[in-house]
Nanobody, 124 residues
Framework: QVQLVESGGRLVQAGGSLRLSCAAS????????MGWFRQAPGKDREFVAT????????YYADSVKGRFTISRDNANNMVYLQMNSLKPEDTAVYYC?????????????????WGQGTQVTVSS
């Protein structure tokens, strides 16, 4: 399995931007599709964005489309989530996940490994 560590979460004002990072180690990173999910207090974990193993295709939840961008750097085993125009409802713990597939996974059960999460708090 690949191991994942997220970073970059912090407190930010509404309308601001953040870039989350996910560092991968272990098995061949480029064999995995990668995704970002988030979980707000009292809510289920929800899909945010996903990217194929080669980075050629991406898919986003409607709630973040046009504001968030997922990208990956296979040479350095990194995945990023650029978040712009942040809203208070984006407040959550954000998790990076790895899925051993060449498809574009959007459901959590397809992901083999998760990081520990990074807290994003957006103040109004």
């Amino acid at each position: 399995q690949v191991q994942l560590v997220e970073s970059g979460g912090r407190l930010v004002q509404a309308g601001g931007s953040l870039r989350l990072s996910c560092a991968a180690s272990g098995r061949t990173f480029s064999n995995y599709a990668m995704g970002w999910f988030r979980q707000a207090p009292g809510k289920d974990r929800e899909f945010v964005a996903t990217i194929t193993w080669g980075g050629g295709r991406t898919y986003y939840a409607d709630s973040v489309k046009g504001r968030f961008t997922i990208s990956r750097d296979n040479a350095n085993n990194m995945v990023y989530l650029q978040m712009n125009s942040l809203k208070p409802e984006d407040t959550a713990v954000y998790y990076c996940g790895a899925a051993p597939t060449r498809a574009l996974p959007t459901t959590g059960r397809l992901f083999e490994t998760w990081g520990q999460g990074t807290q994003v708090t957006v103040s109004s």
